[in-house]
């Protein structure tokens, strides 16, 4: 009879075989008598007789393949844990790497710099992926911005302004610029799931086509495109524009930028407080 390769069943199926030999074992059937009629090697069936007579029906149970969970890793779970939290609370660029985003590259270098060893990208994917971080697009957001800055001033300034503005028949206006730089930036970095990264942009100055705009709360835009660097000049004219368009009282919320509260822009608003009042966001707002 030719002989078969336990290698490839499964493991009831060797559990069975191995069942089946201790039977005729116990049967006083010879060894090699019962390697002529199980079909298996000698070395086998003279393994499995040993493993019963040690240990009994649960000796002969037939082990797991493969390797075991977590062998032949190459970081310590103390390392992981290291690297794990220093994803989730820094930015590559604050731990002095050159990437924008948690990239296989930045986590590789990461390691190298924090554990002192050098592995592939494909190995630190699948660290990755069985840390459950997974590649996500990031929101965007200004260094300075502190939400709960912002929510205070919501809840302790606007209702004062919007009161101010509902006496005087006045509308408001909420008032940024936005611009075309050659700088984007975009791309995916690794994070927890479901937890987005954030993904940090200064706040200074570039070279851009600009644009300053602002809405109503009804919804109302108004809106001018500089073709140039914006200035204490641009949002003049830009200011003289919204309050000859318009048909009652701006009350107009800005950030802090600087040419926003520029001298010239100051002593131009100071001469029109019948048509136009200006109010400013808190300084975490994002300027």
Known sequence: ???????????????????????????????????????????????VIDLFEQGGWSGIRPAGRGRESGQGRLLSDEQEQLIQ????????????????????????????QACGLKLSERTVGKYLKRWGFTPQKPIKKAYEQRAEAVQAWLDEHYPAIATQAKAEGGEIHWGDETALSNTDVRGRGYAPSGKTPVSYVPAGKREKLSMIATITNQGKTRWMIVDDNFNADKLIEFLDALIKDADKKVFLILDNLRVHHSKPVKAWLAERTDKIEVFYLPTAYGR
């Open 1 to 47: 009879m030719e002989k078969e390769d336990a290698r490839y069943q499964t493991l009831e199926q060797l559990h069975e075989r191995r069942k089946q030999v201790v039977r005729l074992h116990k049967q006083g059937i010879k060894v090699m008598l019962i390697v002529a009629m199980v079909g298996l090697s000698y070395p086998t069936v003279r393994t």
């Open 85 to 112: 939290r220093a994803i989730i609370d820094k930015r590559p660029e604050q731990m002095k790497l050159d990437f924008y985003l948690w990239s296989c590259s930045a986590v590789a270098q990461l390691i190298e």
